[in-house]
């Protein structure tokens, strides 16, 4: 199985559509999350073009989507169990992350907010940040990550570009 993530799109305010290599990067995935920060539900039908759509609302998602998505949720998909948050909150994002979901302890932790992409394993679990698409602030590319589930088990990558058109 093979699972694109994306956070932190920030649409419209950052991009007026997904960018191109988002689009085509995720083409042929099983499943596209969410870790939130859409800011407009267009974000989710641009997405659903290419897979089922699931994920959580940000900090600076509206009413509409937090009603649709929650701010945090386990999801299983593969034969695991995905914890996804956004990760806003008072400590580093990572830690509240790893917060969200310490006593649940799902093999893989989804989030954003901090627009950085991070990949940490800590014991069982995987956290995964996938950066943002289309606002890289102090990183050098935009980004999103690919989740792929299968007999030798979780295979996490950032995937990397330089133009949001």
Do not use: C
Not at 8 to 25: E, I, Q, V, Y
Not at 37 to 42: A, G, V
Not at 112 to 136: A, I, M
Request: hydrophobic share 35%.
């Amino acid at each position: 199985m093979k699972i694109g993530i994306v956070a932190d799109t920030h649409m419209p305010a950052r991009a007026k559509r997904p960018p191109s290599a988002l689009m085509k990067g995720l083409e042929g995935v099983d499943r596209i999350l969410h870790a939130g920060d859409w800011t407009e539900l267009e974000v989710l039908y641009w997405l659903e073009e290419l897979a089922p759509v699931d994920g959580v609302a940000g900090n600076n998602d509206g009413d509409d989507i937090e009603r649709q998505f929650g701010r945090q949720k386990i999801i299983e998909a593969g034969g695991y169990r995905f914890g996804l948050v956004h990760g806003d909150g008072y400590r580093s994002t990572p830690e509240n992350a790893w917060a969200a979901f310490f006593a649940a302890k799902p093999e893989i932790i989804i989030f954003g907010h901090s627009h950085v992409p991070y990949k940490e394993q800590r014991g069982e679990t995987l956290l995964f940040n996938p950066g943002s698409p289309t606002d890289k602030r102090r990183q050098p590319q935009f980004s999103y990550g690919i989740i792929e589930l299968g007999e030798q088990g979780i295979d996490a990558k950032h995937y990397y570009y330089d133009s949001k058109e």
